[in-house]
């Protein structure tokens, strides 16, 4: 997978065309969210079963994130993002006329295959078609496809309430539908690659031995799990503890998630400063800490409870943008060159899906078994192993960065071709 396929300034319109396929794909993880209450009546579900119903879309991803990265570079980044809308498309059809808990979650499983389709391929395609120079603002741009997509579906809460759950489904069927020939027919194909030698297995083996990519599925994990045991649950939440209306909890959570698009984008402003990465992670982390705990332990009212959501989005949505940009810096490098951005990528969001997974379980068990306050120890515990992830990722920044510097030294100058993401190969 290439990061520095020559672009023009027409390029903005196929980056933006993949932005939105990642939005569309967003939609299918708030859904849930927004409709849980409306699913738990009908299906007559308890809170820790309801829970999978958010957790299972993101299943296959646990596990296999890292093989679709692999793959991503075998089959080609456009058609990968295809298959997955159609994917999400045939999912939430089969959901939408599912008669029980065990085959709605069988198809929020399939939802889950195609929308880690989509986010590994997506970021390819924007390396890809990304006009030059505006790199580090292309890939701040696609970070901003999950809180769009999730505010997008949480702010549509009043439209929601005159139509069913299942409704809402099918017409993301069609929705994600007419979007895989979107992007079929509008985002040009990419230059098909010389054959790789090595297996599947063998590449992702090589990047997990390497290190700095399990660090970044690391980081991910922590902060998706962070992430959705706040909003995965904020709407529901909103109506059991605050007391708002059906009609205002969707919309209310949605300009929540809206925030983080301001930390999406003011990340890459910062990065672009000269800003070092750790210390933007660092703050982030910490300020989620913090109000997350607030927000569970203590009784607020509503007004201050939305203030922290807010400020836990804004300040928090600064690290997928930092993982994403260190993504092609600590991907590695074969002995012949060829470096592995596809398990990188596909690490990073098994990672995203690992959170998923574990947040709203671990959520919903623990508010189910002893109330909602009790969620706070679940955000204290994510929190120190953000800390822990956050020193890991100080340590190999700071040696990237060495080999780097000795890379353009005048001593490195008969090895033009070296990367400087090859640490660990």
Do not use: H
């Amino acid at each position: 997978m290439r990061l520095d396929t020559p672009a023009t300034p027409s390029s903005w319109t196929p980056v933006l065309i993949t932005v939105g396929a990642g939005i569309v794909s967003a939609l299918q993880v708030g859904k849930a969210t927004v409709a849980l209450g409306d699913i738990r009546a009908d299906l007559m579900l308890d809170i820790a079963t309801a829970s999978w119903i958010l957790s299972a879309f993101a299943l296959v991803g646990a596990v296999g994130g890292a093989a679709i990265g692999m793959a991503v570079d075998r089959v080609g980044d456009r058609r990968m993002a295809v298959a997955g809308l159609v994917l999400q498309s045939v999912g939430a059809a089969l959901g939408g006329v599912a008669p029980t808990e065990t085959s709605l979650i069988a198809a929020r499983v399939l939802e889950g295959l195609g929308f880690l389709a989509v986010v590994v391929a997506a970021p390819a395609i924007v390396a890809r078609l990304a006009p030059v120079g505006q790199m580090n603002r292309a890939m701040a741009l696609w970070a901003t496809f999950m809180p769009v997509g999730l505010a997008l579906i949480m702010g549509a809460g009043p439209v929601l309430a005159a139509i069913t759950w299942r409704d809402m489904w099918l017409g993301n069927a069609v929705l994600l539908a007419v979007y895989a020939i979107i992007v079929a027919f509008r985002i040009p194909e990419a230059a098909r690659a010389a054959q790789r030698g090595g297996s599947l297995v063998a590449d992702i083996a090589f990047a997990l031995r390497a290190g700095p990519p399990a660090l970044l599925a690391a980081l991910f994990a922590v902060y998706c799990a962070l992430f959705f045991t706040v909003f995965g649950f904020l709407p529901t939440l909103l109506l059991d503890r605050l007391d708002l209306g059906p009609e205002l909890a969707g919309p209310v959570s949605g300009l929540a998630v809206a925030a983080g698009i301001v930390g999406n984008l003011g990340c890459g402003s910062l990065l672009k400063s000269g800003i070092r990465p750790v210390r933007i992670l660092s703050v982030g982390f910490a300020v989620m800490a913090v109000t997350g705990v607030l927000f569970f332990w203590l009784p607020l009212p509503a007004v201050p409870a939305l203030g922290l959501c807010i400020l836990f989005a804004l300040v928090g949505g600064v690290v997928p943008v930092v993982v994403f940009d260190a993504a092609p810096r600590f991907a590695p490098a074969r002995s012949g060159g060829a470096v592995l951005i596809g398990a990188t990528l596909g690490l990073i969001m098994q990672g995203n899906n690992i959170g998923l997974l574990a947040g709203p379980s671990m959520a919903g068990a623990s508010a189910a078994a002893f109330g909602w306050d009790s969620v706070a120890f679940a955000v204290i515990g994510l929190s120190a192993a953000a800390a822990l992830c956050t020193m890991g990722f100080a340590t190999i920044d700071r040696r990237l960065g060495a080999v780097r510097r000795s890379e353009s030294s005048p001593d490195s100058s008969d090895c033009p071709d070296r990367k400087p993401a090859s640490i660990g190969a």
